[in-house]
């Protein structure tokens, strides 16, 4: 059969630069990011979706900056919501499947027990509302996709929350870490392989529109901001770290200019169930990103 011919945004991102090593091995891929695409202008979209024709468009570009979105929103609207509109309405002509990565922050986090793709999202700052808009708007076009929703991404590329702490552990002997905020720690490379799983196994255009829809894909198990940063540098040699405490503090201690939720856990069993797999515990896929 001959191998799927799949286009892919955001190839320099933390989960891009993963997919396309994951995605190469079993298809036709064509990989871009800006400046070769710019996000902003729907006609560099069409051009890009239309001349390559793919089966498959897999959208792992994003507006991520949290906090510059409370001055920058349209922007973010644009890269976040407007772009993955006009891709699903790209996709709807050729009949193509859409892979989106959404987030953990269009919930409020007023819940205490893990997420389910049936809840109803209340984004507390315009990078969730953002985000959520742009699910909408795939939604609403009637293409086939796979919208993931993706929780507390990091890995050894990129700016990301482990990478700072080891950073910081390096340079300094106690660190503040926030310890009221809970979520799953998710490493981009099992978000990638997960994603090709999930394509393989979906391998005609009816499974695709059958099994459509939002799915949450995060590591099992939960943990705390202070909790995962503990865990980062008790796992780092003792030569290369000077930090001796992790303090913990509240939210309160911390401002930032968007508020948080304070309980982002999402179940993944919707995944497990539809495609047949099963997520390792957090501190499993931790161990060895920081191991290499």
């Known amino acids: 059969m001959t191998s799927p011919k799949i286009l892919l945004f955001g190839k320099v991102g933390q989960?891009?630069?993963?997919l396309r090593r994951t995605l190469a091995a079993m298809s036709q891929l064509t990989c871009v990011d800006y400046p070769e695409v710019d996000f902003t202008n729907p006609d560099s979209l069409r051009r890009w979706i239309r001349e390559t024709a793919p089966d498959i468009i897999v959208n792992a570009a994003a507006y991520t900056a949290v906090d510059k979105a409370e001055t920058e929103t349209a922007l973010a609207m644009k890269i976040n919501a407007e772009a993955p509109g006009i891709m699903a309405e790209e996709a709807k002509k050729l009949g193509a499947l859409l892979v989106h990565y959404s987030t953990d922050y269009v919930f409020d986090g007023t819940k205490t027990s893990p997420y389910v793709e049936t809840d109803t999202p209340n984004p507390l700052?315009?990078?969730?509302r953002s985000k959520l808009a742009g699910d909408l708007a795939i939604a609403q076009t009637g293409c086939r996709h796979f919208i993931f929703r993706l929780c507390w991404v990091y890995g050894a590329r990129g700016g990301n929350f482990m990478l700072t702490m080891m950073r910081l552990a390096r340079e300094r002997e106690k660190l503040r870490v926030v310890a009221d905020q809970f979520g799953s720690p998710t490493w981009s490379r099992?978000?990638?392989e997960t994603t090709a799983l999930a394509l393989a196994r979906t391998n005609t255009p009816d499974l695709a529109l059958q099994r459509s829809g939002t799915y949450h894909l995060c590591s099992t198990g939960h943990t705390s901001w202070h909790g995962f940063a503990s865990a980062i540098i008790d796992l780092m040699p003792a030569d290369e770290k000077k930090c001796r405490e992790v303090e913990a503090i509240a939210t309160a201690?911390?401002?930032t200019p968007t508020k948080r939720p304070a309980y982002s856990v999402m179940s993944s069993e919707k995944l497990s169930r539809t495609f047949g797999l099963t997520l390792p515990d957090w501190h499993h896929s931790l161990r060895l990103v920081v191991e290499k």
Not at 15 to 18: A, K, Q, R
Not at 125 to 128: E, L, N, V, W
Request: net charge negative; charged share 15%.
């Open 253 to 255: 201690d911390y401002p």
């Open 190 to 192: 099992l978000i990638a």
């Open 125 to 128: 700052g315009a990078y969730g």
């Open 15 to 18: 989960v891009g630069w993963e």
